[in-house]
C-alpha cells in the first residue's frame, strides 16, 4: 500500500522507483544534481596535466628538432659531404621555407632557360652563329677610363688592338656595352660576422638592383659554411628584391667553395655578358677546395668577378668559437682583400673595400658603381690561332687613339676548353 505525503514544491517523484529528483523551477538552478566539490576539483586536475602533458610533449619535438639540425651542421663542416649542397627556396607559401639540401647543376646541366626577346629600341647585339662556332672564337670585356678615373665611351672598333701572347689578331666582333643585357649572380657572405652587416647588405643589393637593366637576369646565391640558393636565374628583380628578407648571418665562411658554385651557375645564364657580385666581411675558414681552383675556374669561363670586402685587410686573426652551426668570436673585423683583388684583376673587374663596419652609405655606392660600369664597357671579339693547342693565353688590349686611357681586361683566355663556350641568349651554338 502506497504511502503518500507532503513533497517539497520543487521537487516530485521518479516514475519507475518514486525516488525524488530535481525539476527546473526557479530560474537559474540546474536541472540535475549539482556534482560534488571534490568531482570538481578531480575534473580540474586532470584538464592541468593533460595541458602540461601536451606543452612538454611540443618542447621535447622542438628540442629534438634543434639537436638534429645542429648536428647535421656540424657533421657537414667536419666534411660529412665531399661537396657543399645547395637550398633552394619553396616555391609555395611565403618563400620563407628552405628546401632539404640538393645536389648543384653541373656545367654539363643545361638549365633551360627561354630565350628574352629583345625589347623596342634595344635590340641584343650578338656574334653571327657562323662566328660563335668557329674554333678558337673568343671574347673579352673591355673597361676604358681616363686618368681621373672617368670612363671614356663612345669608342669604335677601330680605336681598339688586341694582342694575345703579344701576337696581334683581327677583331671579329665588337660591341658597345650601353644597353647590352647582363646575367649576374649575387653572392652574398652570411656567415655569423655577418650579424650586424647583413641589413646594410641588403640595402645596398636592393640598390643595385634597381641601377641595372630592366632585363638583366639575376640570381641571389647566400652562403656561411655551405650555399643556399634563395632565388635562380629571373628578369623579376622585384621578386629577387623580396628574398633579401631571407638573408641571416650564421656560422662559418666557406668562400672559395661559394665562389666555384657562383662561377659554375652563372656561365649557364643566357647572356653571353656575365659577372658575378661577391659581398663578404671575412676569410675563407670551411672550404674544401682551394684559391687555386678559383682562379683557374674564373679564368675559363671569363665571367667579371666584382668583389665588395667589408672590413680591415690589415686586421689581425683571432681565434674562434663554433658550436654547431653558431660560431662567436674570429676574424669578424679582417677581410680577405687579396684573393677579392686577384679573382677581379684575373677577369678585368674591380674590387671594393668598406673598411668602417656599418658604412652603408660606402658600401651602397660600390654597388651603384659596379652596375654603372657594367654599362659603360666594350665586347671585342677575335679568333684565337691553333685553337687545338689547348692552354692559357695571355691578353692585352690597346687604345692607340687614347695614348692615356687606362684599360681593364681579363689576363688570358683558355683555349680548348668548351665548358665557357658562348652561347648568348639561350641559343645553342
Not at 693547342?389 to 687604345?399: D, F, M, N, P, W
Request: aromatic residues 6%.
Amino acid at each position: 500500500m502506497r504511502r503518500y505525503g507532503i513533497m517539497p514544491p520543487n521537487v516530485t517523484t521518479n516514475e519507475r522507483n518514486h525516488t525524488p529528483c530535481r525539476v527546473r523551477g526557479r530560474v537559474g538552478e540546474s536541472d540535475r544534481p549539482h556534482e560534488p566539490e571534490s568531482a570538481q576539483s578531480m575534473n580540474l586536475t586532470i584538464s592541468t596535466r593533460g595541458r602540461r602533458l601536451q606543452t612538454a610533449v611540443i618542447l621535447i619535438i622542438a628540442a629534438s628538432a634543434m639537436l638534429f639540425a645542429m648536428t647535421a651542421a656540424s657533421w657537414a663542416q667536419q666534411g660529412g659531404s665531399a661537396k657543399p649542397r645547395l637550398l633552394t627556396p619553396r616555391s609555395q607559401g611565403d618563400g620563407t621555407v628552405l628546401e632539404l639540401p640538393v645536389t648543384p647543376r653541373q656545367p654539363t646541366e643545361p638549365m633551360n632557360l627561354r630565350p628574352l626577346m629583345p625589347q623596342a629600341g634595344q635590340e641584343l647585339e650578338i656574334p653571327s652563329r657562323e662566328l660563335r662556332n668557329q674554333q678558337g672564337y673568343a671574347q673579352v670585356t673591355v673597361t676604358v677610363t681616363d686618368p681621373s678615373g672617368r670612363y671614356v665611351t663612345g669608342l669604335n672598333k677601330d680605336d681598339f688592338k688586341i694582342y694575345e701572347n703579344g701576337q696581334q689578331h683581327s677583331i671579329e666582333f665588337f660591341r658597345k656595352d650601353l644597353n647590352t643585357p647582363v646575367s649576374v649572380g649575387i653572392v652574398v657572405d652570411t656567415s655569423g660576422s655577418m650579424v650586424p652587416k647583413v641589413p646594410q647588405a641588403r640595402a645596398a643589393i636592393a640598390q643595385f638592383l634597381n641601377d641595372l637593366n630592366e632585363r638583366d637576369d639575376v640570381f641571389l646565391l647566400a652562403f656561411s659554411d655551405r650555399p643556399f640558393m634563395l632565388q635562380p636565374f629571373t628578369t623579376d628583380h622585384g621578386l629577387l628584391r623580396s628574398r633579401l628578407g631571407l638573408l641571416h648571418a650564421f656560422g662559418r665562411t666557406a668562400l672559395y667553395d661559394v665562389i666555384l658554385q657562383g662561377l659554375l651557375y652563372v656561365a649557364q645564364g643566357r647572356y653571353d655578358k656575365k659577372a658575378l657580385l661577391v659581398v663578404t666581411d671575412g676569410m675563407d675558414t670551411a672550404s674544401t677546395g682551394q684559391l687555386a681552383q678559383v682562379i683557374a675556374q674564373a679564368r675559363r669561363q671569363g665571367v667579371l668577378v666584382y668583389s665588395i670586402g667589408i672590413g680591415d685587410p690589415g686586421g689581425s686573426p683571432s681565434m674562434a668559437i663554433a658550436i654547431g652551426p653558431f660560431v662567436f668570436g674570429g676574424d669578424s673585423e679582417k677581410v680577405d682583400a687579396e684573393t677579392l683583388r686577384t679573382l677581379s684583376s684575373e677577369t678585368g673587374a674591380r674590387t671594393y673595400i668598406v673598411r668602417e663596419v656599418g658604412d652603408g652609405e660606402t658600401l651602397r655606392q660600390a654597388t651603384e658603381a659596379i652596375s654603372l660600369e657594367l654599362r659603360q664597357q666594350y665586347t671585342v671579339g677575335y679568333l684565337s690561332p691553333n685553337p687545338e693547342r689547348s692552354g692559357y693565353r695571355g691578353i692585352k688590349v690597346e687604345v692607340p687613339t687614347h695614348p692615356e686611357a687606362e684599360v681593364r681586361v681579363r689576363k688570358g683566355i683558355t683555349v680548348g676548353d668548351r665548358t665557357a663556350s658562348i652561347d648568348p641568349a639561350g641559343s645553342s651554338p
